[in-house]
């Protein structure tokens, strides 16, 4: 189940990890690779392609008043909107150098949509405590690192960096 179908949570954005989709990782290294992030995320829904390679996952990090579903793509669309990425990054004549080669970024054909959502505070509860982005830039770093890819925000095309 989608955290969209959940009353408790509401979408709040979107990132992008680009990746060569030759480096998918399996299920179980993602899993084994956020679970070293914070020992309270909570791990449901959790898919594979039949041979191990990951699909989906739902990461929930309560103290963060927060949840994420992360799940893969690849082929022409993601290729697509890796070179619309760089196209636009160097129309900016950003003075930020990418984390990897503009050619290499070019040339990414997998994806990992990881979909933010906020818990909703209920009536009484102390909404001070709103959501913290911490687990989603935690998750959004060990994921890049994972794949050898990057961390996107594509609202404003910015590369996110450990």
């Known amino acids: 189940m989608s955290m969209f179908e959940n009353e408790k949570y509401r979408w709040r954005e979107t990132y992008f990890v680009l990746f060569d989709a030759n480096k998918r990782p399996t299920l179980d290294r993602v899993v084994e690779s956020l679970s070293a992030l914070n020992e309270r995320f909570e791990f449901t829904n ?14 929930v990090s309560a103290d963060d008043f927060a949840a994420l579903d992360v799940c893969y793509s690849s082929g022409a ?17 950003s003075e930020v150098e990418p984390p990897l080669p503009w050619e290499q970024i070019r040339r990414f054909d997998g994806r990992l949509d990881v979909l933010h959502f906020e818990r909703v505070v209920e009536a ?3 909404d001070e405590e709103m959501v913290d982005p911490s687990a989603l830039l935690l998750v959004l770093g060990a994921l890049a690192r994972l794949t050898g890819g990057v961390a996107v925000d594509p609202q ?3 590369l996110l960096t450990d």
């Open 156 to 158: 404003t095309g910015t």
């Open 77 to 93: 669309e993601v290729l697509e909107q890796a070179a619309a990425l760089v196209k636009d990054a160097k129309k900016t004549d």
């Open 46 to 59: 959790r898919s594979d392609d039949g041979r191990g390679m990951f699909d989906s996952l739902t990461v």
């Open 124 to 126: 009484g509860e102390d």
